[in-house]
């Protein structure tokens, strides 16, 4: 059935349109990705209510491919104007940076789109590998374990993402009772609805995702005039930048396999396995590197582990339902969106529709190095478009957007309020995206609660029985020691010291 299922995604990714929308969606992840303040969030927020029209195998890898191009394209501002694209092109600038000022823009550019398509092409072949054991592993998880997984990601993201547990508790805890507006789920009672029928299907998750991501960072690029006030001039070369990578493949496969093993742990995301393969290179090269000062080994280990984070990051999404960034949080919604429901079924039925998102994002990384390396020359035309353009498109595109949804005002309303929500949540340090996944997971873990309790007659220990659950006994360990885990060790160190 796997093979039969392969074969039939392998065709269906080949076909047209799904592989004309994937070639579309690189060429805009990457410019999009190349805009500081915009990135894969904020254009896959934008783009996903326009999905609506198409089928949804095409809608989906419209948005893995912006996700994809965008990884790559968050390295264009980096290295040109040291602002990056994308939060997980930040660790590109240390080096990234330096290159261009020394006169090898051409090469940092180069080596950015060599190693970010050459891993992300390895990893999505990797993924299509491992499709099997996957196979197995979700379909030995119920609606007790899937509540409980749901629980897990939120509580990951909050250390991961903010630092802060108590500041990301919050911020889920408040996107999983925006989630609750509308028709309870089990009941079909009205909850926080006011007596307006506008709220009875509660706030659509694309229309608070669109507000949280695209409109707050409009607000936030609304401060500067110019994404870059410098006139950028590219030397260097590119085939030495190629050959760059291919010059150090140990790091180039470390790097890749520290981005798709910290891409499948849920609440990671790009910026946390783009840091770590950077400090690993760091270290293991300390005694010949010029970290910081150009070292073309600090743009290959970042960007050679970007890629593969997507490829990994889509595991314990369309396996789980949990996403473990802002933008894999707006591919779920997407997932959603159209019918689609992470988990058993995907891996089932719908398999064939999976393995056409492998084989997408398989072929899209032989396309961003095309892509890449055409542009290359052309590249610092990108970061100088003006914001008096872009704002304005944006929040049209964000009001138009939501209102499509439902034709409901009060999505409209959503996307503003939630918006100005967001801008404040990151001045003031709360995590987003655990509040955007209180919102999006909501619903599906109110669901697997309740069918939990309706399985075992209300009896919560269907939730930590280690006999006949031991897989929910295991998660809800897990919940524990990470929410509760640094608060102990955080004891046992004053007792020791004291």
Known sequence: MAVDAFFEGLALAASWPVIGWMALGLVLGIVLGALPGIGSPVGMALVLPLTLPLDATSAIVLLVAIYSGAMFGGSIAAILINAPGTESAAATTLDGYPMAKNGLAKNALAIATTASALNGFLAALALILLSPVLIE?????????????????????????????????????????????????????????????????????VAALIGMFAFAEMMKLAAKKQISAENIELAGSVREGVMAVFNHPKTTLKSGLIGMGIGMVPGSGATTSTFVAYAEEARSSAKDGRFGEGDPRGVIAPEAANNPTVSGSLIPTLSFGIPGSGSTAVLLGGILMHGLQPGPVLFDE?????????????????????????????????????????????????????????????????????????????????????????????????????????????????????????????????????????????????????
């Open 137 to 205: 592993v979700v379909l030995a998880f119920g609606s007790p374990e899937y509540f409980l997984l749901a629980i897990l990601g939120i509580s990951l993201i909050t250390i991961v993402t903010q630092g802060s547990i108590v500041k990301g508790l919050v911020a889920g805890a408040l996107g999983f009772m925006i989630s609750t507006i509308g028709t309870a789920i089990l009941t079909a009672r009205p909850r926080y609805t006011f007596g307006q029928f506008g709220l009875y299907d509660g706030i659509d998750f």
């Open 350 to 498: 719908q398999l064939h529709i999976t393995y056409a998102l492998f084989v997408s994002l398989f072929l899209g990384n032989v396309l961003i190095l095309a892509i890449g390396l055409t542009v290359i020359p052309y590249a610092s035309k990108i970061t100088e478009l003006d914001t008096n353009v872009i704002i304005p498109l944006v929040v049209v595109l964000s009001f138009a957007g939501a209102f499509t949804l439902n034709q409901n005002w009060f999505d409209v309303l959503a996307v503003l309020l939630l918006g100005v929500l967001g801008f404040y949540m990151v001045r003031y340090n709360y995590s987003v995206i655990a509040f955007v996944l209180g919102i999006v997971l909501g619903p599906i873990a109110e669901e697997n609660f309740f069918r939990s309790l309706q399985i075992s007659g209300g009896d919560y220990a269907i939730f930590v029985n280690p006999i006949d659950r031991p897989l929910s006994f295991l998660l809800s360990v897990t919940i524990f020691l990470v929410l509760f885990g640094p608060f102990i060790k955080a004891r046992f160190d004053r007792e020791r010291s004291g």
